[in-house]
Nanobody, 120 residues
Framework: QVQLVESGGGLVQPGGSLRLSCAASGGRASSIYAMAWFRQAPGKERDFVAGIVQGPSSTKYTDSVKGRFTIARDIRKNMVYLQMSGLKPEDTAAYSC????????????WGPGTQVTVSS
């Protein structure tokens, strides 16, 4: 089906930047309709961060990251990226990549996640 693997997490100081990457592979990777990033902080539910269908006009962001995070997708490479800047301690979480094959379907495919820690 579709396998997702994230990379790029780490420890960063407040105000710093990180770029997360997610690689999609598998027999149906070329059929992915949309991709997204979610995050889960300790003791909290997993929340939507940003999503994209194809180009910049098809992106969505949760309010708390608007103007700081940018999602981008390279369809030819089956990659999705999350450029994060102006990071805050409250951005600390495990960030997971997700994908779906159809517009109205659930996010069926998930990566294992990558940890982002914002701390001085």
């Amino acid at each position: 089906q579709v396998q997702l693997v994230e990379s790029g997490g780490g420890l960063v100081q407040p105000g710093g930047s990180l770029r997360l990457s997610c690689a999609a592979s598998g027999g149906r990777a070329s059929s992915i309709y949309a991709m997204a990033w979610f995050r889960q902080a300790p003791g909290k539910e997993r929340d939507f961060v940003a999503g994209i269908v194809q180009g910049p006009s098809s992106t969505k962001y949760t309010d708390s990251v608007k103007g700081r995070f940018t999602i981008a997708r390279d369809i030819r490479k089956n990659m999705v990226y999350l450029q994060m800047s102006g990071l805050k301690p409250e951005d600390t979480a495990a960030y997971s990549c997700a994908a779906k094959l159809y517009k109205d379907s659930d996010w069926h495919f998930w990566g294992p996640g990558t940890q982002v820690t914002v701390s001085s």
